[in-house]
């Protein structure tokens, strides 16, 4: 389950128009969601508030094993529709499989004037966070430079371990400041970033093959029938007027046979000048089409488009292929995941290195679960003619269509099983997993966790 603040500033992104999809550093983003989702671990309670668009609070605790705590704050400059835990749609708030949208061109603000003068400011994000009784300190910074251009500075502040210490050394972190600057072109990523603990200079780019999406999102094409999504379509938000009729497919790329989509590419290098030494990776993504479905930023709900907008069956299953290598290493990843039905995703990896002849079989799945019977269901009294029959009937089929829950499960060669349900009771949403060994009969559980998060709006 995502915390909060990653909730918010996914928002955030999405409301600035930022794609953080086309990063190299998410392009194994949808196998990892079957692959290496997060178990909670002890007794987690969160608890968050957003009493205007600009400004939200988050508190949470651990109770379990050890009792500890933490206290954050977000500011945002830009007017966020953050729901609570109990409106919000469900699929937002966890890692899952899905097909990326098809590139494109990042758009800035609307220039704003007032008497001669340029008025509008640039988006950016303010986050930080406490924890307690540690005192340690977490700072984020995020601003939109150019409509092409993203800053972020990242602090970690531990007064336990100062910076240069031996002691950052560990396995705990400690205090280190971080600069990151994004620029998206739509066809190219490229990130920057720099490390003040250990003096580390890295570089990141990523590289989409095929045709970018418009940059102003004005043309004609009438999507497809199916999407690549569930089809969950509760809570949904009407996207803008102009961003409601984008061609999904370019059918010029289109051939006979095989799985259609668009390939990438990318690759990092980084340097630490503290420790003198240097790593290199490079990696290579092929999605299927059409993109990514609804509430992507570029295509409309079914709602939006219309009665003739019927789901069907998908004309290729919607498939994610990745592999990376890392040279230096001798590491070698490759993954495969698809949807092989409405509500079933699975996903396999296997890892190799060619140094150590040392190798890892991955194998994840995750099953939705789906709301059987309708909130409401409308009576004949209710219906004034047939046109009201057929959009209650409508709203009834989202309700029952209306995602609830998910199953994860992962099981791999080191004998390690992890299982994740994670849900919504009322209007609090739920994560119970469990790690088990079992190889190891005299304690076959490792861990096993309860999260419970609860956050409201207005």
Known sequence: MHPFASYVLRSYYKESGWNEDNLYANLTR?????????????????????????????????????????????????????????DVRFKDMIDRFKVFDQPRKPEGKAEEWLGGE????????????????????????????????????????????PLSSEK?????PGSNVMFSLQHDTGKVCTEYTW??????????????????????????????????????????????????????????????????????????????????????????????FPDATPPSFQVPTSAEAGPSAVRGPPSQP?????????????????AY??????????????????YSY????????????????????PSSSQAGNGEDMVQMASSGADLADEVQGVVKAKVSTTTDVSLLWEGRLRNILVSLGVVSNLSNRSKPIKSIGLELSYFSSG
């Not at 040392?358 to 269901?377: F, K, N, Y």
């Open 318 to 334: 919607p498939t994610t292929i990745t592999a990376l290598f890392n040279p230096m290493l001798g590491h070698i990843s490759a």
């Open 195 to 288: 490390s003040a603990e250990d003096g580390m200079w890295g570089v990141r780019s990523l590289y989409n093959f095929g045709r970018v999406g418009p940059h102003h999102p004005d043309a004609t094409a009438t999507p497809p029938p199916y999407s690549h999504d569930d089809g969950d379509r509760h809570g949904h938000t009407s996207a803008p007027a102009g961003r409601r009729k984008i061609k999904r497919v370019d059918e010029e790329d289109a051939m006979d046979g095989g799985l259609r989509g668009r390939v990438s590419i990318g690759g990092e290098f980084y340097f630490s000048a503290k420790e003198k030494s240097a790593g290199v990776s490079t990696g290579i993504r092929f999605t299927t």
């Open 30 to 86: 949808s196998s990892n969601a079957l692959l290496d989702f997060s178990v909670p671990r002890g007794l987690h309670f969160g608890i968050s508030k957003s009493p205007n668009p600009l400004f939200k609070t988050t508190y949470s605790m651990n109770a379990l094993p050890s009792l500890n705590g933490s206290v954050g704050y977000i500011f945002t400059s830009c007017n966020l529709d953050v729901k609570g835990s109990g």
């Open 118 to 161: 340029r008025t509008d400011t640039r988006d950016y994000l303010l986050y930080g966070r406490i924890y307690i009784p540690t005192g340690r300190l977490d700072g984020l910074y995020s601003t939109r430079i150019t409509p092409t251009l993203q800053g972020m500075i990242a602090a970690i502040s531990d007064p336990r371990m």
């Open 168 to 172: 950052s050394r560990g396995p705990a």
């Open 358 to 377: 040392e190798s890892e079989w991955s194998l994840g799945a995750e099953w939705w679960q789906r709301r059987g019977i309708p909130r409401e269901s």
């Open 337 to 354: 995941a698809a949807r092989v039905s409405r509500d079933f995703c699975m996903a396999s990896r296997f890892d190799f290195n060619v």
